[in-house]
């Protein structure tokens, strides 16, 4: 997964796109953004213990681990001679339906469910906040699923309308039941298509916006 960023990183793919669409001055905040259990916290995790020596938070198979917003500072990349200064923001998985039952069949008991259930979705609200102050997005979706579905077609409305370009990242693709063409198709499906430049240096799966 890492190494794959580093090939963006060292074609200077970000720093270009990125310095472009917020000027050289402003500080890159990428945030990520998906459902829960996705693997945006394995994903950020493994670029943040990578690129400076520390995790950034809690990996779990229960959905919803991440309950709050996590920033990374200063994750600065050092690759052929580029310096490529950012900060990576850690969000909370975005769902449209959060019920303290469905968290039961993972040993959780009812009063740590209803906790895990309220801290979930304050975390939402506070992922939403955040898209005021990140200037990227990985939208990390789990490929062994079905990505249209609201909460993806939400962010991916809120990302256009405030003109946040962002990627979509197909994760978990080492599982069988996996599929990147589904991922791929689902950018034209909702209205969105990959741009030339994204076709050319695509990560998996990419979608518009630069
Ligand atoms: N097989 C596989 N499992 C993954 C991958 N990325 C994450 N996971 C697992 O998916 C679960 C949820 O991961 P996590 O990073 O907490 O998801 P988040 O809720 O989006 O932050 C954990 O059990 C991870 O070990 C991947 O690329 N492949
Ligand atoms: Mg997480």
Sequence with gaps: MANVMFKIFRRNYFRDVFYKLIGRNKKL?????????????????????????QPLGLVSEVPHE?????????????????ELDFDIIDTPGIATKIDYKDFLEFGLSEEEAKERAKEATKG????????????????????????LTQANITIMGNLEARKI??????NKIDLPQASTERIKAF????????????????WKTCTRSW
Excluded at 29 to 53: C, E, Q, V
Excluded at 165 to 170: D, H, Q, Y
């Design 66 to 82: 991440t309950r709050r917003v996590y920033r990374q500072e200063h994750v600065t990349l050092k690759q052929d001679g580029l």
């Design 187 to 202: 950018s034209p499906s909702t209205g969105w298509s990959p741009s030339p430049l994204c076709r050319e240096r695509m």
């Design 124 to 147: 939402i609200i506070e992922a939403i906040k955040w898209l005021d102050d990140v200037n990227g997005v990985l939208l990390v979706v789990d490929a062994t699923q079905d990505p």
């Design 165 to 170: 370009p962002f990627l979509i990242v197909a």
């Design 29 to 53: 905040k990428i945030g990520f953004y998906g459902h829960p259990n996705s693997g945006k916290t394995t994903l950020a995790n493994r670029m943040t213990t990578d690129w400076i020596g």
